[in-house]
């Protein structure tokens, strides 16, 4: 049993130790491996850091090599750049230090002031598209986006330019080219060309041209053609142009020998003068573009006149916007004379044309029956509101003023003393008898009276009462018929029609006038003067007003629409002076029915019999019927005045359509309003 416990215990013993050694091996090899895997490990890791030092080392290189080309570039770029921003501030000095070419500096100055100068170059402005070192030499190559505001719009284009690296900074390589790609050297030029608008035409409503663009004659003198026969002072009496004044002209410093040096310029129906010029040694004369006016005296005041390419009164002013358009511009590379390259261009608009309600021919039958005479006088067709005639007299050619009015005619026309340059039918005037219609109509329509109601008779003068004092109304014609509507229209009773007004009464009477539009801006297409009838603030002022006095002012257009209620079947018709293209437009009311038909057929029967049998008779024309009311107003500072002036109207219409209103001034000891009745007559028997 010993012996086996002894053994059992040697084994276990043995079993131990061999466990021990087993263990021991095991640790042994584990160190072993932990020491390959470090020394593994640590061969790894020089290598990564041989790696990661190769890849710095690289990294410093390409960042090396990159901020090299980065900063060239920059620095090229921004050679370029300040180029362009001393061209936009025209610091052309400093320009000049950062080119190489083979022009001078003052050659260089020249050229890029002439041209960006020349073309209003502005907002001059570049986008670096790329930035490459060129192959050939030390240079770089740069493409850039180059864009300008000009007179004649945009120039948006890619250009290149090569920089060269000299002594550590870069020059721009400076050629023409740099300014546009296509202007290819010094012998290449930009033009600007200036396209004119052509003005529109103002013309009647027949299609008659009253203002046109057309020609006139440019007299000039060339001094090699000049001889010992050439007369100066010849010149200066054909040409209306002081002798000092050509020699001075002759002698200006641009002019050569051959120069074509301008004196005037006159109209082309001016043929006699032309010849006689034409016979004398260094005379030329050629055509030059001008605005015609066809008509002259007679459309004058109407249309006005341009100086400078802008209207300057009248309708040439009025519509100046329409008429004058808008210059084209080109701006281009020309070379050998001929154009290579369109850089931009800004098309011409011509004016628009516009046609006038005017029939050409009544126009000039008013103006020349009238032209000595100051007044006013306006046709329009009653029906539809188109005007057919508007004068004012006297007047003056608009054609002076294209062709060029010297000092001595243009102190003329402002101290004559008639005023020609004064347009009358936009001024209010006092209306004397002819507003006495108005009356008439004013007072039926307000049942202050009746047509047939007799207002008795009163002799030669006439006052309300004793409050008066010494202000009596007073009437130049006395009849024995029935003191009605009619027979006041027919003998123009100045007292009739001061009761009338009196009936009416002030709130009727001003509120009525106000229908008729007194007091009241009118819509016209020049401004018009407002007519008004005052303050009425008594009733002497309201009986006077009554035929006209007292302060009331028309102008001879709104007359026209007054007028036209009577012979419209009380429709007032509104002037106009745009001829209505569209045949459903033509027709334009200032007010309908103002009065009743009735009323208004009643008012034309009185002034038919004006015509027939009364102050109007002188007008009366056989087989055609005319209704019409002359008017003469007195303008004098009191009742007792005897040397004030007469302003002398009729206002007359037939039974197809057209009504004519005239008015003169200083009519005194000429018939008053006699004289423009007489004269009237002739337009209508045309």
């Not at 932990?34 to 390409?62: A, D, G, P, T």
Request: hydrophobic share 35%.
């Amino acid at each position: 049993m010993a012996k086996k416990k002894k053994r059992k215990v040697e084994n276990e013993n043995e079993s131990k130790r061999k466990k021990a050694r087993q263990l021991k091996n095991k640790k042994s090899k584990s160190e072993e491996k932990s020491k390959r895997e470090l020394k593994q490990q640590k061969k790894e890791l020089k290598r990564r850091k041989r790696k990661v030092m190769l890849v710095l080392i690289l990294l410093c290189i390409c960042v090396t090599v990159g901020l090299y080309i980065y900063v060239n570039k920059m620095e090229s770029s921004m050679v370029l750049k300040e180029y362009f921003s001393l061209l936009q501030n025209k610091d052309y000095d400093k320009m000049y230090d950062l080119v190489e070419t083979n022009l001078s500096k003052e050659e260089f100055i020249s050229r890029i002031k002439n041209i960006y100068e020349g073309i209003e170059a502005e907002n001059i402005s570049i986008q670096i598209v790329t930035n490459s070192k060129n192959d050939i030499g030390n240079k770089n190559k740069i493409t850039y986006n180059n864009s300008m505001k000009t007179v004649a719009g945009n120039i948006n284009f890619i250009n290149t330019v090569n920089l060269n690296h000299i002594d550590n900074k870069y020059i721009i390589e400076w050629s023409s080219a740099l300014i546009f790609p296509d202007l290819e050297n010094e012998d290449s030029k930009v033009r600007v060309k200036n396209i004119e608008a052509v003005r529109g035409t103002i013309y009647d409503r027949n299609g008659n041209a009253i203002a046109r663009d057309g020609e006139i004659y440019s007299i000039g003198i060339v001094p090699n053609k000049m001889d010992e026969t050439t007369d100066l002072n010849r010149i200066a009496e054909l040409t209306k142009v002081n002798v000092d004044k050509i020699k001075k002209s002759i002698e200006e410093e641009y002019v050569k020998e051959d120069t074509f040096v301008p004196i005037v310029k006159f109209s082309k129906e001016e043929q006699d003068r032309k010849n006689e010029l034409l016979k004398i040694k260094g005379i030329m004369i050629t055509d030059a573009k001008a605005r015609v006016y066809q008509y002259k005296e007679a459309t004058s005041i109407l249309t006005g006149y341009i100086q400078d390419k802008e209207g300057k009164a009248g309708l040439e002013y009025t519509f100046n916007n329409t008429l004058k358009g808008k210059d084209g511009i080109e701006i281009y590379i020309e070379k050998n004379g001929e154009k290579v390259k369109t850089l931009t261009k800004k098309e011409v608009k011509n004016g628009d044309s516009i046609r006038l309600t005017i029939d050409i021919e009544m126009q000039k039958n008013i103006y020349e029956e009238f032209k000595e005479d100051e007044g006013a006088h306006i046709s329009i067709n009653y029906k539809t509101g188109e005007i057919l005639a508007l004068v004012s007299t006297p007047s003056y050619n608009a054609n002076d003023f294209v062709i060029g009015i010297s000092e001595e005619e243009w102190n003329s026309l402002q101290n004559n003393e008639k005023k020609p340059m004064f347009n009358r039918y936009v001024s209010a005037y006092p209306p004397g008898s002819s507003i006495k219609p108005i009356i008439g109509a004013i007072g039926i329509m307000t049942n202050s009276f009746t047509p047939s109601e007799d207002f008795g008779r009163s002799g030669d003068k006439w006052q309300k009462d004793s409050s008066w004092k010494d202000l009596f109304v007073t009437t130049i014609e006395q009849y024995n018929e029935t003191a009605n509507l009619e027979n006041a229209l027919v003998y123009s009773d100045n007292i009739y029609f001061a009761k009338a007004a009196l009936k009416i009464g002030k709130e009727n009477l001003t509120k009525w006038l106000e229908k008729f539009g007194f007091n009241q801006d009118i819509e016209f297409v020049q401004e018009i003067t407002k007519s008004t009838y005052g303050l009425m603030d008594s009733e002497a002022s309201i009986a006077n007003s009554g035929y006209g006095q007292s302060e009331m002012l028309v102008t001879p257009i709104l007359m026209a629409s007054m007028y036209s209620v009577f012979a419209n079947e009380g429709n007032m018709i509104k002037p106009y002076l745009i001829y209505e293209e569209n045949e459903e437009n033509r027709v334009k009311y200032y007010r309908e029915n103002v009065i009743t038909e009735k009323n208004a057929n009643i008012i034309k029967e009185g002034l038919i019999q004006v015509v027939e049998k009364g102050t109007g008779k002188l007008c009366k024309i056989d087989g055609k019927t005319i209704a019409g009311k002359t008017g003469t107003a007195e303008i004098k500072k009191t009742q007792q005045d005897k040397d004030g002036e007469e302003i002398g109207w009729f206002n007359s219409f037939d039974d197809e359509n057209t009504l004519i209103i005239s008015m003169v001034e200083n009519v005194k000891n000429r018939g008053g309003s006699h004289y423009v009745t007489e004269k009237v007559r002739k337009i209508w028997e045309k």
